[in-house]
């Protein structure tokens, strides 16, 4: 009997042994094709360059603590991402993973407005079908009615305002245009409902991934949030923890809406699944207000800027560059919707077949009229993703949220290296 405490305590899951490529490979020797490992595994699973890189450093250096040290992979790493970062954003603090960056970003925020004396700033404004991890700020800023449920006594009061959902949410009748300047105005809406000297942060997903699955928001939706955030005074926060580092076709999900936040969150293809990291990047001004006041960030987690995980990400991020993955994805992306609307377009239960990149996701639907959802009663979501690791393919079914009833989508996310051959 195992002694693992695993997350569904009733199922019987394979033993993964190995990776090969765009392959998982379990104990008896079946293979997987690796799309939707929660949207981690962009360079698959034996690339040589990251293996290399994470086994000079352990060698090197295993551990030392950032309250004491830093790391040359730290600094190269904080340097290559800054680079390459939309906007001002330049300062990288490193976490561990997803759920560490959005809490982080959502404590600096707090604490930038104590620094420049605006104690009053407390309020975070987020979106109802949105997720940010599951530690209880994270999950407090989260709108996923399903995950938040258990725990709702126990969080945070953060206020939610509508998404930029087109497929379920625009009227007909209404140009994309105008549906996604008038969901936008729900943020302005809402500052001035709580009182803009109160307001500190807004927090979205560029392309929302878990909660409604790969569903990127219309033109000018975030140029319009960027402009609202300007006039009060609103730090943005953007969540790129599984849209970022490459999966949409650019190397940060943001440089699509042509905007660039206050504050950005990554993780999961940072570290592509050969180490745990995340990172919070911030601009200089919020940076600058910390160093010349307290001098202390008020936050932080033992294993931050960890020798070993910033190695391993620094290789990743190193080909991501070099090898212009981001622009591969680009290309992939557009075979992979095509050949699922090919072959799934006129299903009678799919709706919506979505998303940037190698973020794709199915909408499944009762009425392809109506739109209305699956019964959650059936369980779909959880039976295609039994049926297709049965059939060698790992994707992420998930039941979202639409009006507050549950719905099913299928999210693919496969590595930046697939070939045509893997999407056929
Ligand atoms: N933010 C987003 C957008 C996510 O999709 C996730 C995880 O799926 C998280 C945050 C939390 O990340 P982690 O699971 O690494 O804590």
Redesign the pocket.
Known sequence: MSHVFPRHTNSELPIAAGGDGCYLIDALGRRYLDCGD??VSCLGHSNPAVIKAVQGQVEQIAFAHTGFMTSEPAEALADLLVEHAPGELDRVYFVS??????EAAIKLARQYFLEIGQPDRRHVIARRQ??????LG?LSAGGNAWRRAQFAPMLIEMTHIAPCYEYAEKPEGESSFDYGQRVANELEAEILRLGSETVMAFMA?PVV??TLGAVPAVEGYFKRIREICDQYGVLLIL?????GMGRTGHLFACDHDGIAPDIL?I??GLGAGYQPI?AMMCTAKIFDAIRDGSGFFQHGHTYIGHPVATAAALAVVGEMTQRDLPGRVAIMGEKVQSALVAALGQHPNVGDIRGRGLFRGIELVTDRDTKAPLDPALGVAGKIKKAALAEGLICYPMSGTRDGRLGDHILLAPPFIIEDAQID
């Not at 949105?130 to 530690?135: E, K, P, Q, R, V």
């Open positions: 929660a949207a993973g997803g759920s560490e960056a959005t949105s997720y940010h991890g599951n530690t994270a997903e991934g878990a969540d790129e923890v599984m849209c969150c993780a999961k995340g």
